[in-house]
């Protein structure tokens, strides 16, 4: 198959040079010119003088003879021949190109026809599917708008029915704000009352601290306070010794009192360790005596930096007694423990009555013959056991009713017979019934220097 080949037009121009010199340099005889034609006569100017045309052909030179014919070179015969072979083959070339490209617009023609029938069938499908689309659509808006009427509806329902729960739940709250309303009332005004009645069991006021607590016949008893009730033993001197340290720590200038009610002394040991605490304190100790202070009790009211009482209050002081256990020797030990403890108490009692202590002892039963000797207040001032006589005591620290400390009710237990059950404590001041079925009350033991002023005509109350 022949192949042909199209030259670009640079080449041709790179072949142009090469043909355009050899003819060039190979003169052609050219045609002789033609006789120029003859001038047309100037046309006339009015009111212009007339001139006279002059020929001029007679004055134009001869043409001149033709040139003597030159042979071509063959070298550019040679060039012109494959120059014409080119321009043959090149618009050979031209006219297959064109007939291609005729033949592609065809095609493209053929193709761009199917492109347009393709894109017709799309644009109806598109057509078609946006009408279904608009048809469903239009049913959807439809049944939305069925779907929103009717949640409309609904939501109007529940808003109805919320607004109903609502109101009654409002009404429900007002009843229920009303009624916690007159119960914070009601809880107010009883509170208020309880308080009041609270506040009705305190006493307005504070406890008084006067340099000096005896004024004439009133003693004023601060809250430092200590109270001395009942037998003295170990716990007895550790908590009135603890109150002492306390109440220096707090403040070693003003009083401290101990207030003896009704004590029948105790331990040695004990009151030994309360009266050292008396006298090593910072603040003086003043020991009050309200009804009865017997040994123990009497040496620390006797002992104390000053002492106070009611006019019919009891002192009693006696010599210690003990009993004793063991053989002799034992014992004789034990009556020289006893001795010592008699001198280093009953001592500086008698040094503060300006005596001995034999002259102590001797006084005691000279009273009695128990030695068990007991004075009235009021007397026991001139014996110098108590210092000063009041007729009032002032106790600034009961700001607090009584009752509100309720003290348990005092009880006894009536010892069993061997073999048989011990019975449950009784209260004091509560009726019973005796072995006999006959009702009684039992009243409590009376301390030894104390004794009952009643009338009882048929024993109805009794000692147990």
């Not at 109007?156 to 914070?184: F, P």
């Not at 009050?288 to 002492?307: E, G, P, Q, R, W």
């Amino acid at each position: 198959m022949k192949r042909h080949f199209l030259l670009p037009s640079s080449l041709l121009l790179t072949l142009a040079p090469l043909i355009l010199p050899a003819q060039e340099t190979t003169p052609v005889p050219a045609p002789a010119p033609a006789a120029p034609a003859p001038s047309a006569p100037a046309p006339a100017v009015p009111g212009a003088p007339a001139t006279q045309t002059t020929n001029t052909s007679s004055a134009q030179p001869a043409a001149a003879p033709p040139a003597p014919a030159v042979p071509e070179d063959p070298k550019m015969t040679e060039v012109k021949k494959e120059t014409a072979k080119l321009a043959a083959e090149r618009d050979r070339l031209m006219t297959e190109n064109a007939i291609a490209k005729e033949r592609l617009a065809a095609e493209l023609g053929s193709r761009r026809a199917d492109l347009e029938r393709t894109a017709l069938k799309a644009e109806e499908e598109k057509a078609r599917i946006a009408a279904e689309f608009e048809t469903a659509k239009q049913k959807s808006d439809r049944e939305l708008v069925t779907l929103r009427m009717e949640n409309e509806r609904l939501l109007l329902e529940g808003a109805i029915a919320k607004t109903k729960s609502e109101l009654r739940l409002t009404e429900l709250r007002l009843t229920e704000t009303e009624a916690r309303s007159e119960i914070t009332r009601l809880s107010t005004l009883i509170e208020q009352k309880e308080k009041e009645l609270s506040a009705a069991q305190y006493a307005d006021a504070k406890p008084a601290y006067p340099e000096n607590p005896h004024q004439g016949q009133t003693l004023i008893i601060s809250d430092r306070r200590i109270t001395l009730n009942g037998p003295i033993v170990t716990s007895t001197a550790d908590d009135i010794s603890e109150k002492i340290a306390y109440f220096n720590n707090k403040n070693a200038t003003q009083p401290i009192f101990i207030v003896i009610d009704n004590s029948p002394g105790g331990s040695v040991m004990a009151g030994y360790r309360i009266l050292k605490a008396m006298q090593g304190s910072g603040a003086p100790v003043y020991v009050v005596v309200k009804s009865f202070a017997a040994s123990m009790a009497a040496c620390i009211a006797t002992l104390a930096d000053k002492s106070f009482a009611y006019p019919n209050a009891v002192i009693l002081h006696h010599q210690i007694s003990s009993g004793s256990f063991g053989n002799l020797t034992q014992q004789k030990e034990s009556i020289q423990e006893i001795e010592e403890w008699w001198q280093r108490l009953a001592g500086p009692i008698a040094a503060k009555m300006g005596i001995s202590t034999g002259d102590f002892i001797k006084r005691m039963y000279s009273k009695v013959s128990s030695g068990d000797w007991s004075e009235f207040a009021d007397k026991a001032t001139q014996l110098k056991w108590i210092d000063f006589i009041v007729d009032d005591i002032r106790e600034t620290a009961q700001l607090k009713h009584p009752d509100l400390n309720p003290k348990p009710a005092p009880t006894f237990t009536i010892l069993p017979l061997r073999g048989a059950e011990s019975s449950a404590p009784i209260p004091y001041l509560t009726e019973g019934i005796d072995e006999k079925g006959r009702p009684c009350i039992f009243l409590p033991r009376p301390n030894p220097k104390d004794v009952y002023y009643l009338f009882n005509p048929d024993g109805y109350y009794r000692l147990p």
